[in-house]
């Protein structure tokens, strides 16, 4: 009986076939998909634009929505992590108790809240977020209804991982990678397990951590940006009104609280460019591994994350004693992996054909770093070659975290630095004139 069946009470008689050709239209399909997308894009560019054509008081609103919004993003994606999670456990779960994978996740699935009233409650508060939003994206695309997809592509005779490609989002690239590696050796449970150790899951949690740190001070900084346009441009002019009635000139610090504020006024159009291109650059490093990976810094930091993916997966080719060049060739050809990272395996794979020892390919293709190859030799020549990969997958895995959190420690002030220099000049603005006035009236 499959899911639907279930779900829909009375069985009814329905094959394989004729359930993969049902959800192969609903799969495949995805021709709503760019025009939502497209039309969310258009109401965001005509929504910035009306703001930023209001001057600053159309600033102040833009970074509101930017924070709600970021706000949004930021639990939809944390949402998504611990769901990910969740099916990589029932997955891990299933295949260590060699029972159906199907069932198994068809189990997790009618286990999550249903109901009408959660139905209500979720399109009302997802009706804040766009109107019309959870008609037009969310009932297609609910973590909830991918995994039914994914339950239907199961009991349809599809592989694990196709199933898991067919429905993209359900499952983290790790876990695309655990089952791609786990069908092609017929070891689906140990590769599972192997592949979620807590070492190599952390990094993604740590990028979720890092956003707030840097997300909110920088929102900060452009809302006191804005406050101090407004200064210059409707406080500061009665100030020098007073001033001139009473024969006095202006103080200092309200000179260069003016002169900055002017300054921010005549490059204000910058704010309204920098916030959609920040917010472009964030989804793209969300959702492109292309682009996250030639990006700097971060692809400096991700290149690492990826790398002890690949000696994660190439230990556990090896200890089923499969030949170098082969398990090379396997990990390229699981789709898991960016165009440069298959670049990269490919051409360590040739080199390794060519007689060149496994360790000095990996290295002159950027997989393995110089100081590990001495103990890479050293383990193949003494037959623990695998074991000494995945240990040196584990510090990869732990190194790349630590970048992370060192990044992340090194950058996160400077914003909050700078919002207290400009606290401090509006702070010198507003108050020093006052001061400066009551001292030349006492006199």
């Known amino acids: 009986m499959s899911f639907r069946e279930q779900e829909s009470g009375p069985p009814q008689p329905q094959t394989g076939a004729a359930a993969a050709e049902e959800l192969g239209f609903s799969v495949l399909d995805r021709?709503?998909?760019?025009?939502?997308?497209?039309?969310?894009?258009?109401?965001?560019?005509?929504v910035i634009g009306l703001l930023v054509s209001l001057g600053v008081f159309g600033l102040l609103p833009l970074l509101f929505l930017v924070?709600?919004?970021?706000?949004?993003?930021?639990?939809?994606?944390?949402?998504?992590?611990?769901?990910?999670?969740?099916?990589?456990?029932?997955?891990?779960?299933?295949?260590?108790?060699?029972?159906?994978?199907?069932?198994?996740?068809?189990?997790?699935?009618?286990?999550r809240p249903h109901g009408r009233l959660r139905e209500f409650s979720v399109g009302v508060l997802l009706f804040f977020v766009l109107p019309g939003y959870y008609w037009l994206w969310y009932r297609r695309a609910s973590f909830d209804h991918k995994i039914e997809q994914l339950v239907l592509l199961l009991e349809a005779g599809h592989t694990l991982s196709e199933a898991l490609q067919l429905t993209p989002g359900v499952a983290s690239r790790q876990t695309l990678l655990a089952a791609a590696l786990g069908e092609e050796t017929g070891q689906l449970c140990r590769c599972l397990v192997s592949f979620s150790n807590p070492a190599r899951s952390r990094l993604s949690t740590l990028w979720l951590e890092m956003v707030p740190r840097f997300a909110y001070p920088l929102l900060?900084?452009?809302?006191?940006?804005?406050?101090?346009?407004?200064?210059?441009?409707?406080?500061?002019?009665?100030?020098e009104r007073i001033l001139r009635e009473f024969d006095m000139g202006r103080p200092r610090a309200m000179e260069q609280a003016l002169a900055l504020g002017r300054f921010a006024l005549s490059w204000s159009w910058v704010l309204g460019l920098v916030i959609p291109a920040l917010l472009v650059i964030l989804i793209l490093l969300i959702l492109n591994p292309g682009f996250r990976w030639h990006f700097p810094v971060v692809g400096y930091l991700y290149r690492g994350y990826v790398r002890s993916q690949i000696l994660q997966g190439l230990s556990f080719l090896l200890q089923l004693k499969e030949p170098a060049p082969d398990a090379l060739a396997v990990l390229a050809g699981t789709g898991c992996f960016v165009g440069a990272a298959v670049r990269q395996l490919d051409?360590?794979?040739?080199?390794?054909?060519?007689?060149?020892?496994?360790?000095n390919s990996l290295n002159r293709e950027l997989v393995l770093p110089r100081a590990m190859v001495p103990l890479v030799n050293?383990?193949?020549?003494?037959?623990?070659?695998?074991?000494?990969?995945?240990?040196?997958a584990d510090v990869l895995a732990q190194r790349a975290a630590r970048r992370v959190q060192r990044v992340g420690m090194a950058l996160s002030p400077v914003p909050v630095v700078l919002v207290g220099v400009l606290v401090g000049i509006i702070a010198l603005g507003l108050f020093v004139p006052l001061i400066h006035m009551m001292e030349g009236l006492s006199q």
């Open 31 to 46: 021709s709503w998909k760019p025009a939502a997308i497209v039309g969310t894009v258009f109401a965001i560019i005509v």
């Open 67 to 111: 924070g709600i919004y970021g706000w949004m993003v930021f639990a939809f994606l944390h949402y998504r992590q611990c769901r990910q999670e969740e099916l990589l456990q029932v997955l891990t779960a299933a295949a260590e108790a060699n029972l159906p994978l199907a069932p198994a996740v068809a189990a997790y699935l009618r286990d």
């Open 220 to 239: 900060l900084l452009f809302v006191m940006t804005g406050i101090l346009q407004f200064w210059a441009l409707y406080i500061a002019p009665k100030y």
């Open 347 to 359: 051409l360590a794979r040739c080199r390794v054909e060519s007689g060149e020892p496994l360790a």
């Open 378 to 392: 050293a383990a193949e020549r003494a037959g623990n070659l695998p074991w000494a990969l995945t240990e040196l």
